[in-house]
């Protein structure tokens, strides 16, 4: 069973600092592209950034210059470095990862890790 477990949200002051993680778990022969999405109450999942098998990364505009996407393919893993944050930050953050089994490619989705930036 594959498994895509975020963790690293929690509650943080305006102009601090967290790191989320996305790792998978089970039966993977690679991870390809993963993203990072964020949902607020009431508005809608945006995207918030994306990495590649070849490490190319995307951030929407909102989160450029502060966040910054890694991977550690040896640990099937996805970070996303989180700073200077914003009340407008808070929401419940998602990755969405490309994993291959068995010789086939698969999307699965995190549960969530809620961000909440707040003095």
């Known amino acids: 069973q594959v498994q895509l477990v975020e963790s690293g949200g929690g509650l943080v002051q305006p102009g601090g600092s967290l790191r989320l993680s996305c790792a998978a778990s089970?039966?993977?022969?690679?991870?390809?592209?993963v993203g990072w999405y964020r949902q607020a109450p009431g508005n809608q999942r945006e995207l918030v950034a994306t990495i590649t098998s070849g490490d190319t990364t995307n951030y929407a505009d909102s989160v450029k210059g502060r966040f910054t996407i890694s991977r550690d393919n040896a640990k099937n893993t996805v970070y996303l470095q989180m700073n200077s944050l914003k009340p407008e930050d808070t929401a419940v953050y998602y990755c969405k990862a490309v994993l291959e089994r068995s010789g086939r490619r698969y999307g699965y989705w995190g549960q969530g890790t809620q961000v909440t930036v707040s003095s």
């Open positions: 089970g039966s993977i022969n690679r991870m390809y592209t």
